[in-house]
């Protein structure tokens, strides 16, 4: 793919693919923030206070490598997919509206979290290239990238889709504070591997995993995380449809 046509496609990009921009781009703070906290957790062997400051510098950078190249090489394929896959609902689905609008919304959080999740994946690769030493080993901490990395794109692609539909800004701002708030309460609900109840909410666990030095938590069961951003997106899709079917109500 040559650089005039990723060109033409970002400047094409339609108003609902900004999502997947800042979908992608909402990963930077909670990737950087966990490689740093790994990073501290586990200094190099022999390394004094003085390389920590470089340390710190190649894990920040193999992660805007991370996600520069899941932007580049990402946004064209998951555009083109966007586009074919409305379509076809849109012919598939005739004059059902409501319908379109549900398959809209879950496009863009879907693919949405797929760029975001690659693009987590890319800066824990990139920070183990740029930084020897400084990768992540411990599963429950890929675990709690992975995790924070699909809420928030999928939050930040479906809150774009909400205000582009609803045509008023302030609907994808609480689309984003209301999404990411449900998803806490629907993910703080999901059993652990150990089988009991405990609170496993992904920013709480990402804000004190870098603050108070917490260690993740036990990994989950492989099917919590898309249970829980299944629940969410089926949640927040269902609401845009019936604002949207509100807004076209004649008075």
Known sequence: MNGRLL?????????????????????????????????????????NATAQPLQLAATLAGCGIGICAALLLGTPIVTDAYRRGTAALAFLAAKRRAFVVLAQIAAVALYSAVL????????????????????IADPAELQLISDVSLVYA??????????????????????????LAFGELVSSRLPYAGGHLAPRMPLHSA?????????PPVPTPYWAAPLSLLLVTLAFTSAAVVVTELRDIEP
Do not use: K
Request: hydrophobic share 50%; aromatic share 8%; glycine share 16%.
């Open 7 to 47: 060109l033409t496609e970002i400047r094409h990009l339609p108003r609902t693919g900004l999502g997947i921009w800042l979908g992608a781009l909402s990963v930077a703070g909670p990737v950087c923030f966990a490689a740093l906290a790994a990073e501290r957790h586990r200094p190099l062997p022999g390394a």
């Open 116 to 135: 975001g999740a690659f693009a987590g994946w890319l800066c824990v690769a990139a920070t183990a290239v740029v930084g020897p030493g400084t990768e």
């Open 154 to 179: 999928a939050a930040g692609g479906s809150a774009a889709a909400v205000g582009h539909l609803v045509r008023r800004p302030v609907a994808a701002v609480g689309c984003v504070v209301a999404y």
């Open 207 to 215: 804000w004190g995993f870098v603050i108070e030095g917490r260690r």
